[in-house]
């Protein structure tokens, strides 16, 4: 597994391989059932799995986000989950700053944004916020099938 810009005390993040496919539903899950993310299922998972980074503590996958490329440069952080018994250790910032590192090493426009019900954590990491109708593909794409859609509780946030 190659790693990419974390390591710290054990805790390792990596690009996801399709073996880590059920851990990422599984840590998804204690999410979606509260209806905090949108639905995916282990196949849809698999088919998008070289989005996904996981975060592994001593090799026991802990947490995840995707990184969904759209055109122009802009790249969305997605599906970001840490497993409810290690909320609050920074294994979500440190995901996030691996895939902002990942865009900056692969991208010169460097413009990643995300939807969240927790802005502060990605302005801790850079982010500033912005409004949602920025980013219209994200809107016709995913928001269009969620259920909050009228009632959406999401800020926008954005690291340029």
């Given amino acids: 597994m190659k790693q990419l810009d974390f390591d710290v005390h054990g805790l390792t993040i990596s690009k996801a391989e399709k073996r880590h496919s059920k851990e990422i539903f599984e840590i998804l899950y204690e999410y979606m059932k509260k209806g905090l993310l949108l639905p995916r299922d282990e196949e849809n998972i698999m088919l998008a ?5 996981i975060a592994e503590y001593y090799d026991k996958p802990i ?3 995707a990184l ?3 055109d122009k440069g ?3 952080i997605r599906s970001l989950a ?5 909320a609050g250790k920074g294994i979500a910032s440190a995901l ?3 895939c902002i590192n990942f865009v900056k090493n692969r991208n010169a ?10 802005p502060n954590l990605f302005i ?12 219209p593909e994200k809107v016709w794409i995913d928001c269009l099938k969620c259920q909050k859609l009228d009632s959406c509780d999401e800020s926008a946030v954005l690291f340029e």
Avoid at 82 to 86: D, L
Avoid at 110 to 118: C, K, S
Avoid at 124 to 135: A, D, L, S, Y
């Fill in 124 to 135: 801790r990491t850079g982010f500033i916020p912005v409004n949602k109708e920025m980013f």
């Fill in 74 to 76: 802009l790249f969305e």
């Fill in 109 to 118: 426009t460097n413009r990643v944004f995300a939807l969240t019900r927790r």
């Fill in 96 to 98: 996030i700053s691996s």
């Fill in 68 to 70: 969904k490329p759209y």
């Fill in 82 to 86: 840490v497993r409810e018994s290690e």
């Fill in 63 to 65: 947490g995840c986000a």
């Fill in 49 to 53: 799995i070289n989005s996904f980074f």
